[in-house]
């Protein structure tokens, strides 16, 4: 099967504006038309200087078609690049909007700095080659076949003469435009990549810092950017070698049409005026050859960057299921059934079993690397299942719309992920309604992050730095417990912290969440010997299998593995 032009596909989902690409072509030909009939009254009015009896007349008609062309051409060109700019921007929103939808496994392969890349510049490719040299496509064409016909008109023996030069032109030109198109591929490929790498070293600059890897990293960006250097240094031969080349063609061209137009102007068989004409067609001409020359690689730099686009966009989106499908009764208990899943090829869940009762907690224990993050994830439908199913009651939670899901869910990670921003965006993130002050002095005092708050001279309104780098452990987590009170869910996932905070703050996030769990569904992946013996069941995960289910109490008699975690993982209090 034929493989789908990347460009094509991005053009397709664009929504034309027809009436304006109308307009705008009208304008176009009618300014290259008025275009070509400038040069043919250059030369009559040469003529008419020749005998000596200017003719008022003609020069206003010539003065007239001068500003025709030019306005018409301007306003032309100028819509064109509208619909140029309307086309990219429609295509980046469109891509944004799928990219932000896709499934969480798609991130997980990703690196955010190349993504960013293909959002940003290639889509600049794109947007080079829309904006500015499609749009010239149509008027260059225009003139160049009007000027070639004019030629002939004028004189085509002449005109024959003059051309000869050109194949060898295009000749030189073809080989040279498919290399820049293969140099400009692998620029754009090479700048993802040192976007990735940015990306990576920037989002973890403590990590950098702490394990003092700056020159090991400069050494990695060193070899891209020397990589991205060479193809620019390549690109640049190329454009050295042929802009003079057009250069001395068109040098060529025009010492040829004014050595034989000489000879053929003094033998009478053309008019001086024509002789003028034909030059100026000749130096009219050059543009449009020079732009159709580089168009070629223009249009494969485009083609090639859309490519990158076209992958994402191929890429799967998440089943949002019905919107309006909410379920049917709410305070139901979560039931896994039969769920197996896994990242990739490895299996991590087996055929898991378990339920989640409502208004109850429920701890998940065991080893690292057991998958009990991965059963959160599966809750919040971050990654579809491979066999088996969730229910909330007796309804499937994939039927139920993704959004109203999570809306339903609070999640309380680990790692308190914060936007950049200030302190209010943060606790009002995801919450879709305006949150009044006084609800905020409430819950804030609720998850004990008042006062701390009220201690910044900007109280709610700080700015936080990115991922909140300017709080403390303690004070993000407590800001995310605050978050949670807002968004009030039915069900509560709960990771809870391994980091050994003071026993002040240890102090304040235990009641904190002891107060969010209040009958809410709550499932905590538990670290604190204190959560553990509160939850009504403690269900016991080890390589992807439950293999215990009961209170703290039970497991203890009957379970040798739990007996031994609890003693090895010296469980805080
Ligand atoms: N996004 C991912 N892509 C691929 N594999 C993953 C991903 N997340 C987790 N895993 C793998 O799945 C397995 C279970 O991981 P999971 O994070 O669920 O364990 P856990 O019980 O929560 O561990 P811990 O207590 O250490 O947080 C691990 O082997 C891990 O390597």
Request: charged residues 20%.
């Amino acid at each position: 099967m034929k493989k789908e032009n990347p460009l094509f596909y991005l053009l397709k989902k664009v929504d034309w504006p027809k009436r304006l690409l109308f307009v705008a072509m009208t304008l176009s030909i009618l300014g290259s038309l008025s275009g070509l009939l400038v040069p043919l009254f250059t030369g009559k009015l040469v003529d008419t200087f020749n005998t000596k009896s200017l003719d008022l007349k003609m020069v206003w008609v010539f003065l007239g078609i001068f500003l025709a062309n030019a306005i018409l051409s301007g306003f032309g060109s100028y819509l064109l690049s509208k619909i140029g700019e309307k086309t990219i921007y429609s295509i980046r929103a469109k891509l944004w909007k799928h990219l932000i939808k896709l499934n969480m496994s798609f991130f997980d392969k990703s690196e955010s700095g190349q993504l960013m890349s293909r959002i940003t510049d290639d889509t600049n490719v794109i947007n080079l080659f829309i904006s500015e040299k499609a749009p010239s496509v149509l008027p260059s064409l225009l003139t160049l076949i009007g000027s070639i016909i004019m030629l002939f008109i004028l004189d085509w023996q002449m005109t024959l003469i003059t051309f000869i030069i050109l194949p060898i032109f295009i000749i030189i030109m073809i080989p040279l435009g498919k290399q820049m198109g293969k140099i400009s591929k692998e620029t754009q490929t090479e700048i993802a990549k040192f976007s990735g790498l940015l990306g990576r070293v920037l989002t973890e600059m403590r990590l950098v810092k702490v394990t003092a890897s700056e020159e090991n990293e400069l050494d990695k960006t060193k070899i891209t950017l020397l990589d991205i250097y060479k193809l620019g240094l390549r690109e640049a031969k190329i454009r050295a070698i042929i802009s003079p080349l057009s250069g001395i063609i068109m040098m060529l061209t025009v010492a040829i049409i004014l050595g034989f137009g000489g000879i053929r102007v003094s033998s009478g068989a053309i008019t001086a005026g024509t002789l003028v004409a034909m030059v100026f067609y000749v130096v009219q001409l050059s543009g449009p050859i020079i732009s159709f020359s580089m168009f070629i690689t223009d249009y494969k730099k485009a083609v090639g960057a859309s490519e990158r686009i076209y992958e994402i966009y191929h890429e799967d989106v998440e089943p949002t299921g019905n919107d309006d499908n909410k379920p049917v009764s709410t305070n139901q208990d979560i039931i896994f059934k039969n769920v197996s899943f896994g990242y990739d090829k490895e299996t991590i869940i087996k055929d898991l079993s378990l339920s989640i009762h409502s208004g109850e907690v429920t701890a998940f224990v065991g080893p690292s690397g057991s998958g009990k993050s991965t059963l959160f994830s599966l809750i919040e439908r971050l990654y579809p299942l491979q066999q088996g199913e969730i229910l909330y009651g007796d309804q499937p939670i994939n039927d139920i719309s993704l959004k109203f899901w999570r809306q339903k869910i609070g999640y309380v990670m680990q790692s308190n992920a914060m936007m950049s921003g200030t302190i209010r965006d943060n606790l009002t993130y995801g919450i879709n309604e305006r949150v009044s002050d006084e609800t905020l002095v409430h819950y804030t005092k609720m998850a004990h992050c008042y006062d701390f708050i009220m201690d910044f001279p900007q109280g709610f309104d700080t700015e936080i730095g990115e991922r909140g780098t300017k709080l403390s452990g303690g004070q993000r987590q407590r800001i995310d417990i605050a978050r949670s009170f807002i968004k009030n869910p039915d069900i509560l996932l709960l990771d809870e912290a391994t980091a050994n905070l003071d026993s002040e703050s240890e102090f304040y996030i235990q009641e904190a969440l002891n107060e969010l769990m209040k009958d809410r569904t709550t499932v905590v992946i538990a670290h604190r010997l204190a959560t553990i013996k509160k939850a009504s069941q403690i269900i016991f995960i080890d390589k992807g299998v439950v293999t215990g289910i009961g209170t703290h109490q039970e497991l203890l008699e009957n379970h040798d593995k739990y007996r031994h975690f609890v003693k090895t993982q010296s469980l805080n209090e």
